[in-house]
């Protein structure tokens, strides 16, 4: 199964700490997405390339966040100094170029617990 | 901004009966609609979508769904629930953007019992 990747799939820090999540898309994929997930909510989005350009970043993406596609391939998503509001699933997705009829593929995402 | 309701946060149904989950959005302009699954240990994945066209789109393992437009909703269905669509099911919306920046409801935790 190619399907997207995502490292690690758990992650527990403490309070303060750096934190770098990992996303390989599906090879061939030029977009890629970033959503986070928190308990008992719908899944919000925080970015998107398209290969290496970041071309939207919510404003749920504090200045603590930073997100790079080098090379328009894996992705890196990086929090500073976590807080505990951090903790949540992090989704990564990937589509190919399309037309009108854009499907994102997800991968199973990091569970990041802030302690 | 857009926002998506989902109205049924936990739904049980037995084996054979009928699916009505509802989904309505708030966005004036035109948008896209999407319904998500994620089966117990497995990653979301795309159980059907509407663009434009006819407004009963059909996805994969029997659901459907109905955009209304002046209902802002966006239901889906399945006329005959099995055990293996025990999941939770997300309704989303995008604007006509150009990329997927969904906005999502909450969820519904569907469980079928045998």
């Known amino acids: 199964d190619t399907g997207v990747s995502q490292d690690p799939r758990h992650k527990i820090t403490k309070r303060g700490q750096n934190v770098t999540f990992r996303c390989d898309p599906i090879?061939?994929?030029?977009?890629l997405y970033w959503y986070r997930q928190t308990l008992g909510q719908g899944p919000e989005f925080l970015t998107y390339f398209q290969n290496e350009a970041q071309l939207e970043k919510s404003r749920l993406l504090s200045d603590r966040f930073s997100a790079e596609r080098p090379k328009g391939s894996f992705s890196t998503l990086e929090i500073q100094r976590t807080e505990q509001g951090d903790s949540a699933m992090y989704l990564c997705?990937?589509?190919?170029?399309?037309?009108?009829?854009?499907?994102?593929?997800f991968g199973s995402g990091t569970q990041l617990s802030v302690l | 901004a857009q926002s998506v309701s989902q109205h049924n946060h936990h739904v049980i149904l037995s084996e054979a009966a009928s699916l009505e989950l509802g989904c309505n959005y708030s966005y004036g302009g035109t948008v896209n609609l999407f319904w998500y699954v994620q089966y117990p240990g497995q990653h979301l994945q795309l159980l059907l979508k509407?663009?434009?066209?006819?407004?009963l789109v059909k996805g994969i393992k029997g659901f459907e769904a109905e955009f209304i437009k002046s209902k802002f909703s966006f239901n889906l269905r399945k006329p005959s629930v099995q055990w293996s669509d025990t999941a939770e099911y997300f309704c989303?919306?995008?604007?006509?953007?150009?990329?997927?920046?969904?906005?999502f409801g909450t969820g519904t935790r569907l469980l079928v019992s045998p």
């Open positions: 989303a919306v995008n604007a006509d953007t150009g990329f997927q920046k969904l906005v």
């Open positions: 090879s061939e994929h030029n977009r």
């Open positions: 997705a990937s589509s190919p170029r399309t037309g009108t009829s854009e499907k994102l593929f």
């Open positions: 509407y663009f434009s066209g006819d407004p």
